[in-house]
Nanobody
Framework: QVQLVESGGGLVQAGGSLRLSCAASGRTFSNYVMGWFRQAPGKERDFVAVVHWDGSPHYADSVKGRFTISRDNANTTYLQMNSLKSEDTAVYYC???????????WGQGAQVTVSS
């Protein structure tokens, strides 16, 4: 059974930092893309960042220069979030898929709240 489990969310003041982790299990993810999405109240789920099997990252413009995505060899993906803003407040979801156009697995979400 495939599982993606996020951790590391919480409450932080504007300008602060948080690191999200996503532990994946149930299959080999080494040739999958791993990504982060977020959904703010009343809004659609938006793309945040993706890391390809070779470690190459890609970011949404809204987080470029502030967030860093990475993955290790143990099926864990990270999202380091710095210089957080109130507009970063959302539920953050980890996702996995064979490519960026097909996300097949999702985590349950982790709440990130940034107070101004």
């Amino acid at each position: 059974q495939v599982q993606l489990v996020e951790s590391g969310g919480g409450l932080v003041q504007a300008g602060g930092s948080l690191r999200l982790s996503c532990a994946a299990s149930g299959r080999t993810f080494s040739n999958y893309v791993m990504g982060w999405f977020r959904q703010a109240p009343g809004k659609e789920r938006d793309f945040v960042a993706v890391v390809h099997w070779d470690g190459s990252p890609h970011y949404a413009d809204s987080v470029k220069g502030r967030f860093t995505i990475s993955r290790d060899n143990a099926n864990t993906t990270y999202l380091q979030m710095n210089s957080l803003k109130s507009e970063d407040t959302a539920v953050y979801y980890c996702a996995a898929g064979p490519n960026v156009r097909r996300w097949t697995d999702w985590g349950q979400g982790a709440q990130v709240t940034v107070s101004s």
